[in-house]
């Protein structure tokens, strides 16, 4: 082991401690993607993978667990939406295959819920994106936290990951803290783990996983686009907020434009509650992700992606992704050191 690898393993040893893994790098939970096949390639790989439950029912999540289960014998999580209609009944199935971390994103976590996941054991692992808000979690009872930066794919708050990381690394120190949003390299990594991080999350870098089931023109997308080609959607009114969303631009975009419009002149009169309307964009997104990703539609689906897309530049296996992120990581420590 050369003494980068040392300081690598010193840096990140108690998220890898937290995780039960080699390195402690997420893989951000991607709807219809990170499914059995990304998430056993990342664990199998000595990452993380999670399990992005989405809109999935009970009965589907249980049957991924236990597919992922079949393909990797190494830890990995589940990532539940907090405003799925039965988060509830998921929250037991967890339970009931015995999680063993459970990431709560889409929402500020009730604390019943994260009491219920910690009661079977789980450990519960929440996104923060204030100072604020990672202080409540914490006295809510979460064991970890993820701060991700508007430079992410899909859902995204309105602060980059270089300020988030400023503003929360230094005063959470109780609990492991992992930093997401938009990194593709090791040495990005490294200088998270050196301000304080216990690990990061990584997603977009992982579509082009040979591993990832996304569809091949879905994959070329990704290869094919630069930084600037992620866009975040635009919030048309105050009255409603609709949380951005970062994609790669295409006409799929233009038309959740339309689709906001229309639901917000249908909140406006009455005709849908806050609820209602923010599912009814929900679906919207989780139909034309799927038709991009799963079904090849790359000109009106979802080409939800984070502005590290512009590293991503071939379809390679998930265990060399993972060990080009270590080796960048290593090399930039090492050179810290003799600089």
Known sequence: MT?????????????NEFLGVRHAIMGGAMTWLS???????????GGFGVI????????LLAQEIRASRQLTDQPFGVNLITLHPDLDDLIGVCGAEKVSHVVLAGGLPSGASIQRLKAFGAKVICFSPA????????????????IEGSEAGGHIGPVST?????EILPYITEVPVFVAGGIGRGEAIAAYLEMGASGCQLGTRFVCASECIAHPDFK???IRANARDAVPTVQLSAKFPVIPVRALKNKGTERFMEIQRQTIARFEKGELDPTEA???IEHFWAGALRRAAIEGDVESGSLMAGQSVGMVNSVRPTAEI??????????YLERGQHS
Not at 162 to 166: A, E, H, I, M, T
């Open 322 to 331: 993972m060990a080009n992120l270590i080796d960048q990581a290593v090399r």
């Open 52 to 59: 992005a439950c989405g809109s999935m029912t009970p009965d």
């Open 278 to 280: 923010q599912l009814t």
């Open 220 to 222: 070329q997308a990704f």
């Open 131 to 146: 100072l604020v808000l990672a202080k409540k979690l914490l006295r809510s009872g979460a064991d970890a936290l993820v």
């Open 162 to 166: 270089s300020v988030l990381v400023q």
């Open 35 to 45: 499914e059995r096949h990304l998430v056993a390639a990342l664990s199998n790989a």
């Open 3 to 15: 003494n980068g690898h040392q300081m690598l393993d010193d840096l990140w040893r108690r998220g």
